[in-house]
């Protein structure tokens, strides 16, 4: 989708660098630099704002087909592009299951007529998450909507001769293999993470050795096969060592974090209230500082949200019977901001890498992800760091609101996302 | 202190006023007419969610004597069964004026929830593998009645700890009041961050008896050998049940508890139960005199100023 509306932003800072223009023409940067003529185009005044390339989340459940009261393929894109999202990767776990040709060919236009960001659908990786046998991979594959990121999210390809195979075969379309990581005996009834909280609260515990045997074993098969393997919401500090290692061998493993497991500990759990209850689960404050090393180090490779909408009776309720997830589209830069950029461990360069070039290879995209440059796609996300703002579920553009960071003061806030040249935000608000 | 849900909310001072109270409100227990106006006018709910009618009794005998209203809400026959949600139950007794709610329940925290959702006095008396501080109230104050105190105390408690709420209670209130605790139990009983807890753990039985004034004996449920925590029921009794033989081992003056229901032959043989030693009976009739401790100082306000609670008479 392109428009003959030109734009001419005016003192942005790319990358968090010194202030100038950009004009975006035919979904095309068409021109950098400082005071270029209006000549006709429609101006936005950045204020002194950053320019980064458009975010790419590669972990969204955007909840269509099947949960439409938790979320749609519009509602939730749009929760993207307030969030400064040009792209997103639509989990497999919807009613019915995205694993055939049909349904991600389905989600995929429903994303292109919304038109807010592009929705790249993932294929499950098994017929009907459930473990047993191959989807029809390939031909999701060949469908147009050109799936090249396969995962059973939600669940775990626990059976290692199916991984070895899923992760063989999907390198006949240069596919990944994203790994929900959870050995399933070990996380029976599973609550929140196991240790001190569990232990005093008498919720089931969720050790963090379901989560690094899967991890440490699929790095070793995917090396074995010589495949890519990418592991989705890495949440311990065990994990970020085993890949680390795999790393250091050579093991072809991406890996990536949640905003929220960059933030958020277990000791939350104390309330009792299942906005906190999430897969994997909130760990302790050791296992938030060893994710932030590991986004930094670049051992952890991206940041992805995981945005899993639910409806208000699906989390107002005794926290075993709740619903597990988090939505996060439209926080995740504040707490990237605030976790990594504030602290220093990242630079906006940095930012850019972790949430759109390096998602956006990942999951094979050749148009977004981009660097900002004249010729390159007009995806940009303008956002000013020197805001801040109080989270106000009822605000989220979102049709869930299960927020876990409602009344935390976050810095940050995008003013402006464009799409192939086309604003979907401005002015902070949705277009 | 507005509600009950854990015995770690009970600071040290609240704990011994809760069992001074109940110790005076004992006495109308053994009276012919067993009644005090205290709490007329009030209504209590019984929300049980899980068939447990030795509390729920307990509740309602002490909710009754105390001259409230009470109302038994079983969630089976209710609407419960027909998918309604604990929120939509807990807007329901708010709207029918409930003061306070005792609530049983299978899921951890859900009387911690429910307090987010009513304005009344909430009562934990059993969320799921988290507490049930009332039972650790009533064990506390078995021991001062048989053995004159609670503070020194060597108590051992013995079985499932990993998903006994009593378990989780009387840790936290024994500590408070001053006992020393140990835990035994085999170690995939055990919760896996037990090093953490203020008390000793053991994996002995026979090492720990002799050196305990109290040895608390929990339910321990069959099924858990299907799920590989014990290899089968007669090994377990054999290294960890309380028979007569081991009986024999505990000093003199030591007391057997058991918050009940036994199985008898798994963690506890019969003779034991029955034996002079055990003081199961009376802690089911110490239940009473503490619960209408408890709902005597929420409802009527008293705890918030210790040292002034009046004659409850």
Not at chain 1, 403 to 408: E, L, N
């Amino acid at each position: 989708m392109t428009t003959t509306t030109r734009y001419l932003i005016r003192n942005a800072r790319i990358l968090g660098g010194e202030p100038t223009d950009l004009l975006l023409a035919h979904g095309r940067i068409d021109a950098i630099g400082p005071d270029l003529p209006a000549d006709g185009a429609e101006v936005v005044d950045a204020a002194g704002a950053i320019a980064l390339p458009g975010l790419v989340d590669l972990h969204t459940h955007l909840r269509e087909p099947g949960r439409e009261d938790a979320e749609t393929v519009a509602t939730g894109s749009r929760a993207a592009a307030m969030g400064g999202y040009t792209a997103v990767f639509a989990m497999a776990n919807t009613d019915p299951v995205a694993d055939t040709a049909g349904v991600v060919e389905q989600v995929w236009r429903l994303g292109r007529d919304a038109g807010y960001c592009d929705v790249h659908p993932v294929g499950a990786v098994t017929v009907g998450l459930k473990g047993e046998r191959l989807a029809e991979l390939g031909a999701m594959a060949d469908s147009p909507a050109k799936v090249r990121v396969f995962s059973d999210d939600g669940m775990c390809v626990s059976d290692a001769q199916l991984m070895r195979r899923a992760l063989e075969y999907v390198k006949a379309f240069d596919g990944v293999i994203a790994q929900h990581a959870q050995e399933p005996r070990l996380t029976e009834g599973a609550q929140m993470n196991e240790g001190v909280v569990s232990d005093r609260l008498g919720l089931a515990g969720w050790p963090a050795v379901a989560e690094e045997a899967i991890i440490a074993r699929d790095c070793l098969l995917a090396e074995h096969v010589g495949s890519r393997l990418h592991v989705c919401h890495v949440s311990t500090k065990g994990s970020v060592q085993i890949i680390r290692w795999a790393k250091s061998r050579g093991c072809d493993v991406t890996a990536e974090v949640t905003p929220h497991h960059l933030l958020l500990t277990d000791e939350l759990a104390e309330s009792y209230d299942p906005v906190y209850k999430v897969n994997p689960p909130l760990r302790t404050a050791e296992d938030v500082e060893a994710l932030r090393e590991g986004l930094a180090d670049g051992t952890i490779d991206i940041v992805a949200t995981d945005h899993a909408p639910h409806p208000s009776e699906a989390k107002e309720t005794e926290w075993n019977q709740a619903a597990m997830g988090m939505i996060g589209l439209e926080t995740a830069l504040s707490v990237v901001q605030h976790t990594m950029v504030d602290t220093g461990l990242l630079d906006w360069a940095g930012v850019a890498q972790r949430m759109s070039a390096t998602p956006a290879r990942i999951g094979r995209l050749t148009d977004q992800g981009r660097p900002i440059a004249v010729g390159e796609p007009a995806n940009l996300t303008l956002y000013d760091p020197t805001a801040t703002r109080v989270i106000d579920p009822a605000t989220m553009v979102s049709k869930s609101r299960n927020t876990p960071f409602a009344g935390m003061t976050l810095p940050g806030r995008v003013l402006a996302t464009f799409l192939r040249g086309v604003p979907t935000v401005l002015d902070g608000k949705i277009q | 202190m507005q509600h009950l849900l854990s015995a770690g909310d009970l600071t040290r001072d609240e704990a011994l006023l809760i069992l001074d109270t109940a110790r005076e409100l004992s006495q109308v227990s053994e009276r012919s007419v067993k009644k005090l106006p205290t709490l007329r006018g009030r209504t209590v709910v019984n929300l049980f969610y899980e068939d447990s009618t030795r509390t729920r009794i307990s509740f309602e005998a002490a909710a009754k004597r105390m001259s409230a209203d009470v109302i038994n809400f079983s969630a089976r026959g209710s609407s419960v069964s027909k998918g309604e949600s604990l929120k939509d139950t807990a807007l329901t007794l708010q709207a029918m004026g409930a003061d306070g709610v005792v609530i049983r329940h299978s899921a951890p925290g859900a009387a911690r929830r429910l307090a987010d959702w009513v304005d009344g006095v909430v009562i934990n008396a059993g969320d799921g593998t988290h507490e049930h501080p009332t039972q650790a109230l009533l064990d506390a104050y078995t021991m001062r009645e048989r053995l004159g105190r609670v503070e020194g105390l060597r108590v051992a408690i013995v079985g499932d700890i990993r998903h006994s709420r009593v378990a989780r209670s009387n840790v936290l209130l024994l500590t408070t009041l001053g006992a020393e605790v140990t835990l035994v139990a085999p170690p995939t009983l055990l919760p896996v961050s037990v090093d953490t807890w203020p008390c000793a753990v053991s994996y002995d039985l026979d090492e720990v008896l002799p050196k305990s004034d109290v040895v608390m004996m929990l339910r321990v449920q069959a099924e858990r050998m299907h799920s590989s925590f014990f290899p089968s029921a007669r090994e377990y009794s054999r290294r960890y049940g309380l028979d007569a033989d081991r009986l024999a081992r505990m000093a003199d003056h030591a007391i057997v508890m058991h918050p009940g229901p036994m199985v008898r032959g798994m963690e506890i043989s019969a003779e034991v139960a029955d034996s002079a030693r055990s003081t199961v009976t009376e802690q089911v009739t110490n239940g009473v005199s503490v619960r209408m401790a408890v709902l005597y100082l929420l409802l009527g306000g008293a705890i918030h100023r210790p040292g002034n609670q009046g004659e409850p008479r």
